[in-house]
């Protein structure tokens, strides 16, 4: 969802994401209070309940998930680097056997859960209709999912509208999910401030390379939030539950 539309070649990319990965714990504008809330919100409501993290990233929310309710989980994650991390940390915390990282297409994956999660990756389906859809297949009977992607806040400019493309609004995200098959138990969207705090973590990473490229990359997106997505783009939180 995010806007990496820049000219770099796709290997420095690749590179500067892994920086701007490795030093966040959620890559989404996302606070501790509302990983708090997120995670007593989809509190399991029956026994033998599994977890399911599509598109994880490095695990972080799975692994939270798997923890507090000390169920198990399967993370699908296609990036090979983050896949790596996210092994790392479920065993220095302890949860190798709880919590199972597939490095694939999460696209492909097939074997419903009870909790179902999909953050900022709905794009792995196409738009947030279609990972709706998909969601819906996969999130078992009386079920729980968490789907979370970016809508447009106000109306963009050009350059923002290149950055992102099509977004809904947040009403038509929550109806999306409704025409989904989805009810919606919980609507919000992040703040301005967990905006800020994503932004500045996600850059720092890529200023602690130190090249004249990297600062120049995050220049570009320091520039591209601050003088144009900054409150124009929000990112919406959706807890559902299949009709």
Request: net charge negative.
């Amino acid at each position: 969802m995010l806007p990496y539309r820049v000219p770099v070649s796709s290997e420095e990319l690749k590179a500067y994401l892994a920086a701007a990965a490795a030093g966040i714990s959620y890559n989404a504008p996302l606070s501790e209070h509302r990983v708090a809330d997120l995670i007593r919100r989809l509190a399991p409501t029956g026994p033998q309940w599994r977890a399911l993290d599509l598109g994880c990233g490095n695990g972080e929310l799975l692994m939270r998930l798997c923890e507090t309710f000390g169920i198990a989980g399967d993370g699908v994650e296609r990036d090979v680097a983050d896949g790596e991390r996210a092994r790392l940390r479920a065993a220095e915390r302890g949860l190798s056997a709880q919590v199972t990282f597939h490095s694939e297409d999460a696209a492909s994956w097939c074997k419903p859960a009870e909790l179902v999660v999909n953050v900022g990756a709905g794009y792995i389906w196409g738009d947030a209709g279609q990972a709706l859809a998909a969601l819906h297949r996969l999130t078992a009977p009386g079920g729980k999912a968490l789907f979370a992607d970016g809508f447009y806040r106000t109306a963009p400019d050009e350059r923002v509208h290149e950055m992102f493309g099509d977004l809904p609004d947040l009403a038509s995200l929550a109806q999306a999910a409704v025409d989904a098959g989805f009810r919606p138990l919980h609507v919000a969207e992040s703040t301005v401030a967990e905006w800020d705090d994503f932004e500045s973590d996600w850059r720092a990473g890529i200023e602690r390379l130190g090249t004249p490229a990297a600062r120049s990359f995050a220049d570009q997106r320091r520039d591209g939030y601050l003088n144009g997505y900054r409150g124009v783009v929000g990112f919406g939180w959706l807890v559902l539950t299949p009709s």
